[in-house]
């Protein structure tokens, strides 16, 4: 069964930074590319950042640009979110989601997310 | 590429047919998926490429539409389908994006 348990979530002070964790089991993870995907308290979903399989394309989000980094490691099956400057609307769920293919795809190919796993809670307040 | 899910929300008894929309602002083929939210939990993958139904989701589901619009189905709603479901364009990425969601609860 595919597993995805993210941890690193918590209370953090504006300006101030925090790594997240993504612990992937039961499949091949150095065969998918994976992803963060944020929801605000009440809100909808927001694609936050992704990473192919060997770490050759990385892609994030406007709002996020210059701040966060994503990076995985595949001898130890973990994705990792690096957020520096933290801001209030940072505020979210973090979901750690496996894509359907290795790679950001074009063509015939397109990449959507399954499963994901069930989040961990950022919190950005003084 | 802008997704704009309707309704936000709805309400709907158990055995009612449900439609939600999902409008591109541009062309996206079939590249679109939808996914299921329950309160508390993660989302689920339900359809992808516009009517591809993802292993293990009941066949009330079903997905439609190309270009610019696209709809999600459900025949005949059950009582754990009452949730928030989410469109997701996969023809151009990065940023991967996603409708607003839409709520169905019970009425």
């Known amino acids: 069964e595919v597993q995805l348990v993210e941890s690193g979530g918590g209370l953090v002070q504006p300006g101030r930074s925090l790594r997240l964790s993504c612990a992937a089991s039961?499949?091949?993870?150095?065969?998918?590319?994976m992803h963060w995907v944020r929801q605000a308290p009440g809100k909808g979903l927001e694609w936050v950042s992704g990473?192919?399989?060997?770490?050759?394309?990385?892609g994030y989000a406007d709002s996020v640009k210059g701040r966060f980094t994503i990076s995985r490691d595949n001898a130890k099956n973990s994705l990792y979110l690096q957020m520096n400057s933290l801001r209030a609307e940072d505020t979210a769920l973090y979901y750690c989601?496996?894509?359907?293919?290795?790679?950001?795809?074009?063509?015939?190919?397109?990449?959507?997310?399954?499963?994901w796993g069930q989040g961990t809670l950022v919190t950005v307040s003084s | 590429i802008q997704l704009t899910q309707s309704p936000s929300s709805l309400s709907a008894s158990v055995g009612d047919r449900v439609t939600i929309t999902c409008r591109a602002s541009?062309?996206?083929?079939?590249?679109l998926a939808w996914y299921q939210q329950k309160p508390g939990k993660a989302p689920k993958l339900l359809i992808y490429?516009?009517?591809t139904l993802q292993s293990g989701v009941p066949s009330r589901f079903s997905g439609s539409g190309s270009g610019t619009d696209f709809t999600l189905t459900i025949s005949s709603l059950q009582p754990e389908d009452f949730a928030t479901y989410y469109c997701?364009?996969?023809?151009?990425?990065?940023?991967?994006?996603f409708g607003q969601g839409t709520k169905v609860e019970i009425k």
């Open positions: 990473i192919s399989w060997n770490s050759g394309s990385i």
């Open positions: 490429a516009a009517s």
């Open positions: 039961g499949f091949t993870f150095d065969d998918y590319a």
């Open positions: 997701q364009q996969l023809n151009s990425y990065p940023p991967w994006t």
């Open positions: 989601a496996k894509d359907v293919h290795p790679a950001f795809c074009g063509g015939d190919c397109h990449n959507w997310f399954d499963p």
């Open positions: 541009q062309g996206i083929s079939s590249y």
